[in-house]
């Protein structure tokens, strides 16, 4: 699959975005070893502390559905709706990313429709504690 489709995929994914107190709506599609894709949307709480991004939604129902092995992700996003500029993710994000996947893995990070930056989990989480820091 290539970087444009996966991103179009990850556009797609922001429309089912539950953000009423941000207005930011974010969509990510993960795409594993094996071919499959997993999408996600970041999901608000009045309470914000249990409010979840996308990248960890689409993160989560792969694991769930038994899959382990990630090849890249595209994430986009943009006050409602509307994509404009980077939307990388955040820390949690990235540990959670870094417990399944190994430095070089792409993201892919939509700038708008059509303009897309590719960075490595390494480029975004230097020094990362992994899982094998504690094996």
Known sequence: MTDKELLNIAINAMEKSYSPYSDCKVGAALLCENGKVFTGTNIENAAFSPTICAERVAVFKAISDGEK?????AVVGGKNGVINGIFAPCGVCR???REFCKDDFQIILGESKEEYKVVTLND???????PDDVR
């Open 124 to 130: 975004l989480l230097p020094l990362s504690f992994s």
């Open 95 to 97: 540990q959670v990313l």
């Open 69 to 73: 092995k990630f090849s890249k992700i």
